[in-house]
C-alpha cells in the first residue's frame, strides 16, 4: 500500500502548483488591467513642435 502514497502525495503536490500557477496568473491579469490605458488615450496623437515648424 505504501507504493500508491508517493504518486498521491505528488498528485497532490501538483494539484497545489497548479492552483497557486492560477492565482498568479489571475493577480497578473487584474494588475494588468489596473494598469491598462484606454484606447483613446494610447491612440491620441499631438503634433510635435518640430513637426510645426518644418511645415511653416
Known sequence: ???H???QAR???ERI???EREAARRRIL????AERVPL???T????GR???RERG
Open 1 to 3: 500500500m505504501s507504493s
Open 11 to 13: 498528485s497532490r503536490g
Open 17 to 19: 502548483q497548479e492552483a
Open 30 to 33: 487584474e494588475l494588468a488591467e
Open 50 to 52: 518640430r513637426w510645426r
Open 40 to 42: 483613446d488615450e494610447a
Open 44 to 47: 491620441r496623437t499631438v503634433p
Open 5 to 7: 502514497q508517493p504518486e
